[in-house]
């Protein structure tokens, strides 16, 4: 599945890019689809075998690729600075303080994201509940 052309034009409303005249359509869906998350129904992107889970409905954080694609302009206007010239003052280093600033706004924004952990070596299988939680016996679980 892949992100649709309502996620890129709204992608591009929280980028302040109207045009593809710096993002490509393509450029911005590869991004969006960075940014996979669980659907309304509770399906994950992935099963737990890591392959493609087939009943996911194509979901992605926006929010996550707004921040991603505004990091990466504050990367380009970094060696942006201030001067003064001819009586002016020019506060060039702006631009880049905004654009971290939309990053940040939009990384406030995304989506709780989800963790698996998976212990390794298992458990003996004698143990109950409640000896694992509280360290009981030879094996201790430290979260």
């Known amino acids: 599945m892949t992100a649709t052309a309502a996620d890129?034009?709204?992608?591009?409303?929280?980028?302040?890019?109207?045009?593809?005249?710096?993002?490509?359509?393509?450029?911005?869906?590869?991004v969006i689809e960075t940014y996979p998350t669980i659907d309304a129904a509770g399906n994950s992107p992935l099963l737990?075998?890591?392959?493609?889970?087939?009943?996911?409905?194509?979901?992605y954080d926006l929010a996550a690729a707004a921040a991603h694609i505004w990091l990466e302009k504050a990367a380009a206007l970094a060696g942006n600075f201030d001067f003064n010239a001819d009586g002016a003052s020019y506060q060039r280093s702006?631009?880049?303080?905004?654009?971290?600033?939309?990053?940040?706004?939009?990384?406030?924004?995304?989506k709780p994201g989800t963790l698996t952990l998976q212990v390794e070596p298992?458990?003996?299988?004698?143990?109950?509940?409640?000896?694992?939680?509280y360290g009981l016996g030879s094996w201790t679980i430290n979260l």
Do not use: F
């Open 48 to 59: 737990k075998d890591g392959t493609v889970n087939s009943a996911w409905a194509a979901t």
């Open 94 to 110: 702006q631009a880049y303080i905004n654009a971290v600033a939309q990053s940040r706004i939009w990384n406030a924004r995304r």
């Open 122 to 133: 298992k458990p003996p299988a004698d143990l109950t509940g409640e000896e694992i939680m």
């Open 8 to 30: 890129i034009a709204k992608l591009r409303r929280m980028i302040a890019e109207s045009t593809s005249a710096t993002y490509s359509d393509d450029v911005l869906k590869a």
